[in-house]
C-alpha cells in the first residue's frame, strides 16, 4: 500500500483521511522545523525597521551565519520570511519576479497595501492546494502616496494584517512583551534601533539557540538600506 | 476581388488591411451617436438613444451608458449584445483587481485588458471582431479624471473630449471648436448637449431620445451618476433645447 510520509518524520498508511482535508498531525506539523528563525518588524515615524537572524538552521545545526532572509520586491518594500526552507526562497522569488513584473507592465510600484494584499491572495490559494507553502512573512514599506509607513504580519495560513510591531517564531515570545511595554506611537529611527537593541539582547540572554545576530534593514521613503551595528 | 480577403478576420488584403475590422468600424458609424467630455472636476457621458417604436416598452435604465465599477463609467456605440459580453468581462476583470490588490484596478489597466481581448479577435480564431466602440469615464488616484475611446481593432487613446457612432465626424469637429480648457463639469454638460443637439437627426430633443452620466467628486469621494429621465430634462430646458410644454387650456 501507498505510504505517506508526514513532515516529522512519521510513517503512515495513507488513508483516505489524508485524500482531503487535515489530519490532526499534519495541522500541527505543517512546519517541520520549529520557528526558530528571527524575524521583528517595528513601524516608525516614518520609515520601518526589520531585523532577520542571519543563522541558516537545518534542524539544529547552523549551515550558515550570513544568511539574507529578506527580497526587496520594488524600491520601498521589503519582504522577510522565514518557514520550511525552499519553500520560502521559492515563494520569496515568485512574488518578488511578479511585483517586479508590474512595475514593468504598468510603469508604476504597487502600494505595499496592494503587494501585501497580492501576497496573501497568492498564499490563500497555494493553501487550498495539494502543496501548500509554509512561509511566514513581514513585509515592511513605504507608502509614498499616503506618505506614511507601512507593516505587515502575514501568517502561512495566509492571516494577515497591518500593525505597529511584529514578530515570528520563538522571537515572539521573547520579544513582543518588551515592544507591548516600550513601543510608542511616531517614534524616531534612534529609538527604534534602540528598541531593537533591546530585542536583540533579550533574545540573546533567552533563547537557547544561536542565531548569528540580526541583519537590520530600514525601509524608508529614500529606499531599502541595511544598518550596522547589531 | 475582396471576397477573398474579407470573410476572415485573419488575412491581410493585398492592400495590408483587415476588412473584417473595418466593416466593423462601419457598423459603429451606424449606431447612435455617444460623445464624451473631460472637465477639470469630472467627466460626462453623453449618448443618443435611438427610439425604435413607440410600442417598445421603455425601460428607465440607460441602454447605453454602464457602470464598470466604483469609479468608471462607460458609453457604448455599435452592437448592445457585443457590449454586454465586454462590459461583463470588464466587471469581472476590476472585481478580480480589487480582490487581489485590495484596491481599485487603475482605469487604463482595465481599458488595456478589454482592448487586448478586442485584438484577439482581430487576429486569431476565425471569429468576427466585436462591433463596438466604448468611451471610458473614469477616476484613480494616478491620473485623476481620465477619458479614453476605444475601437475594434483594440486601438484605444486618452481625449479631452471624443466621440463614437453615427456623425462621430461632426460630433468631433464640434468638439474642437466648442471645447474649453479647463472647463468644470456644468460647462461640459451644456457642450455635450449642444454638440448633441445639432448631431442627432431629430429636432426635439428629450430624455426619452439621450443619456447622460457624468462622474465627479463630492465631498472628497468619487461618484458615478448615470442621470434620471428627470434630470435629463431639466438640463435640456436650462439650455433651452428641450420640448415645447403643452399649454394646459389646449
Same mark, same amino acid.
Not at chain 1, 505543517?30 to 520557528?35: D, L, M, N, Y
Not at chain 1, 549551515?63 to 539574507?68: A, C, F, I, L, Q
Not at chain 2, 427610439?51 to 447605453?64: G, P, R
Given at each position: 500500500m501507498c505510504r505517506r510520509k508526514l513532515s516529522t518524520g512519521v510513517l503512515l498508511p495513507s488513508s483516505k483521511?489524508?485524500?482531503?482535508g487535515f489530519s490532526p498531525k499534519e495541522t500541527l506539523s505543517?512546519?517541520?522545523?520549529?520557528?526558530l528563525d528571527v524575524l521583528l518588524g517595528i513601524r516608525g515615524k516614518d520609515f520601518v525597521l526589520i531585523a532577520t537572524s542571519k543563522a541558516f538552521l537545518h534542524g539544529i545545526t547552523v549551515?550558515?551565519?550570513? %544568511? %539574507?532572509k529578506t527580497r526587496a520586491l520594488n524600491d520601498h518594500t521589503l519582504l522577510a520570511f522565514s518557514g520550511e526552507a525552499g519553500d520560502t526562497i521559492q515563494f520569496a522569488e515568485f512574488i518578488q519576479a511578479n511585483t517586479q513584473l508590474y512595475t514593468m507592465r504598468h510603469s508604476y510600484d504597487l502600494p505595499v497595501s496592494s503587494v501585501a494584499s497580492f501576497v496573501r491572495s497568492e498564499l490563500a490559494s497555494s493553501l487550498r492546494s495539494r502543496h501548500p507553502y509554509t512561509v511566514n512573512m513581514l513585509i515592511g514599506g513605504y507608502d509614498a502616496k499616503k506618505e506614511q509607513p507601512e507593516l505587515y504580519w502575514l501568517d502561512y495560513l495566509a492571516s494577515s494584517a497591518e500593525i505597529p510591531y511584529a514578530a515570528h517564531g520563538y522571537a515572539q515570545y521573547y520579544c513582543l512583551s518588551i515592544l507591548d511595554a516600550h513601543y510608542k506611537k511616531g517614534m524616531g529611527v534612534d529609538e527604534v534601533v534602540g528598541l531593537m537593541k533591546d530585542c536583540h539582547a533579550e533574545l540573546k540572554r533567552?533563547?537557547?539557540?544561536?542565531?548569528?545576530?540580526l541583519q537590520v534593514k530600514l525601509v524608508n521613503k529614500d529606499g531599502i538600506s541595511e544598518l550596522e551595528g547589531f | 476581388m475582396s471576397r477573398r480577403y474579407d470573410s476572415r478576420t485573419t488575412i491581410f488584403s493585398p /492592400?495590408?488591411?483587415l476588412y473584417q475590422v473595418e466593416y466593423a468600424l462601419e457598423a459603429i458609424s451606424h449606431a447612435g451617436t455617444a460623445i464624451g467630455i473631460l472637465a477639470t472636476d469630472g467627466i460626462v457621458l453623453a449618448a443618443e438613444r435611438k427610439?425604435?417604436?413607440? $410600442? $417598445? /416598452?421603455?425601460?428607465?435604465?440607460? /441602454?447605453?451608458l454602464y457602470i464598470l465599477n466604483d469609479n468608471m463609467i462607460c458609453a457604448v456605440a455599435g452592437m448592445t449584445a457585443d457590449a454586454n459580453i465586454l462590459i461583463n468581462y470588464a466587471r469581472q476583470t476590476a472585481q478580480n483587481y480589487l480582490r487581489t490588490y485590495d484596491e481599485e484596478i487603475p482605469c487604463e489597466q482595465l481599458v488595456k485588458r478589454l482592448c487586448d481581448l478586442k485584438q484577439g479577435y482581430t487576429q486569431h480564431g476565425g471569429l468576427r471582431p466585436f462591433g463596438v466602440s466604448f468611451i471610458y469615464a473614469g477616476y484613480d488616484s494616478l491620473r485623476n479624471f481620465q477619458l479614453y475611446l476605444s475601437n475594434p481593432s483594440g486601438n484605444y487613446g486618452g481625449w479631452k473630449a471624443t466621440s463614437a457612432g453615427a456623425n462621430n465626424a461632426s460630433a468631433q469637429s464640434l468638439l474642437k471648436q466648442d471645447y474649453k480648457e479647463d472647463c468644470n463639469l456644468e460647462e461640459a454638460c451644456e457642450t455635450a448637449v449642444k454638440v448633441l443637439s445639432r448631431t442627432m437627426d431629430s429636432t426635439t430633443l428629450s430624455s426619452e431620445k439621450l443619456e447622460f452620466a457624468t462622474v465627479g467628486h463630492r465631498n472628497g469621494k468619487i461618484y458615478l451618476n448615470i442621470w434620471s429621465a428627470e434630470e435629463i430634462d431639466a438640463l435640456l430646458k436650462k439650455h433651452g433645447l428641450g420640448k415645447e410644454e403643452k399649454s394646459s387650456d389646449e
Open positions: 483521511f489524508f485524500v482531503q505543517r512546519i517541520a522545523q520549529p520557528p549551515v550558515k551565519d550570513t %544568511d %539574507d533567552r533563547m537557547p539557540i544561536d542565531f548569528k545576530g | /492592400e495590408g488591411r427610439v425604435t417604436s413607440k $410600442l $417598445l /416598452e421603455q425601460d428607465s435604465s440607460a /441602454e447605453k
